[in-house]
């Protein structure tokens, strides 16, 4: 199967105002970082500004896992300010030394429990997740189900760069039951169980605390939120 080609553009601003009418201030942020590189699919910006204004100006803990150059920290401190927790975690011990610079920086894998809790114990919590870590499909898996329960209330859990949900090199594939979006259907089978009346949990590490499941192109937003038994009235005057 023949695959397309995804060029780089040149002109960051222009490019994602023109094609995604987004002008906020996320924007200048990425478009004009300096020192240590950031890279991000220009679809993600008005993205990551629809889900995370809310916290802005606020002492939110963030975690965001995949480090890589150290400039996604440093974006997200200019995007939410001096009173957030933010760490990054990355299991390349060269990742250390960005450590301190726009937040913290912890080294280890995100598939291994005992490290995550160690992190987000030492954060205080977390209120946010970003999973922008290895893509592979294992360990997407593993994660979302150490950390959502870690989660706070109300808390909001992204995973991105899930096109490679259908690439085999990551794990995945078209048909592939390891495909990530295959426990997303679960976590969606899990919110609706009131219907179907299937007593045994998908995903039980979520405990079916699932406020909302958004699905954008090669990005999924959970919201975690109690899920409690709908219920309707009639209502006449």
Not at 25 to 50: C, F, M, Q, S, T
């Amino acid at each position: 199967m023949k695959k397309f080609r995804f060029p780089e553009d040149g002109n960051v601003a222009a490019d994602i105002r023109d094609r995604y009418g987004f002008d906020g201030e996320l924007l200048e942020i990425y478009a004009g970082n300096e020192g240590v590189k950031v890279h991000k699919w220009h679809h993600y910006l008005p993205l990551y500004d629809r889900y995370f204004r809310q916290y802005r100006g606020s002492a939110i803990k963030f975690l965001e896992i995949g480090v890589n150059n150290g400039g996604s920290l440093q974006m997200w401190r200019r995007y939410f300010g001096s009173d957030a927790v933010i760490c990054g975690i990355d299991i390349n011990p060269d990742c250390a030394q960005y450590d301190g610079q726009s937040g913290m920086v912890r080294i280890g894998s995100q598939d291994d429990p005992d490290f995550l809790a160690r992190v987000v114990e030492e954060m205080g919590g977390i209120d946010v997740v970003l999973d922008d870590g290895s893509h592979r499909m294992h360990h997407i898996d593993a994660t979302l189900r150490i950390l959502y329960p870690l989660l706070s209330q109300n808390g909001t859990y992204m995973i991105e760069d899930l096109h490679t949900a259908y690439y085999p090199r990551f794990g995945g594939g078209f048909r592939a039951s390891e495909n990530f979006f295959n426990t997303v259907r679960g976590v969606i089978d899990d919110m609706h169980r009131w219907y179907h009346g299937k007593k045994q949990l998908r995903v039980p590490e979520m405990a079916a605390e699932v406020g909302g499941v958004h699905i954008h192109d090669s990005i999924v937003v959970i919201d975690k939120a109690p899920s409690l038994r709908p219920t309707h009235s009639r209502v006449q005057k």
